[in-house]
């Protein structure tokens, strides 16, 4: 089989389902992702988060932000791609 016939290849509904779940799961995560980056970003937006920050380095919190927002980028495409089930 081709690599062409086996994209064109339909689901089944368990698969549609799984890639359903998965792309919705890869959304919040994502979406989650970049509002902690956010919260470490701007501190002050948060008051509990504020006096944990303040305590720590500020250069490693704003790396581990930065971090975030990329994984929770990738997250975002990640649920866009839907590409579950390819082998590559």
């Known amino acids: 089989m081709a690599l062409e016939e086996f994209e064109k290849e ?3 509904d368990r698969e549609k389902n ?7 799961t ?3 995560m994502g979406i989650f992702f ?5 919260v470490f970003i ?3 937006t948060i008051k509990f988060i504020a006096k944990f ?3 720590k380095d500020p ?7 930065i971090i975030c927002f990329i994984y929770g980028l990738f997250r975002l495409y990640r ?5 579950y089930f390819r082998n590559y």
């Open 10 to 12: 339909q689901l089944s």
């Open 18 to 24: 799984m890639v359903r779940m998965k792309s919705i």
């Open 26 to 28: 890869n959304y919040a």
């Open 34 to 38: 970049i509002a902690v980056g956010f």
């Open 42 to 44: 701007f501190p002050n």
């Open 53 to 55: 920050v303040a305590q």
């Open 59 to 65: 250069l490693m919190m704003n790396i581990f932000a």
């Open 79 to 83: 649920g866009y791609a839907k590409n």
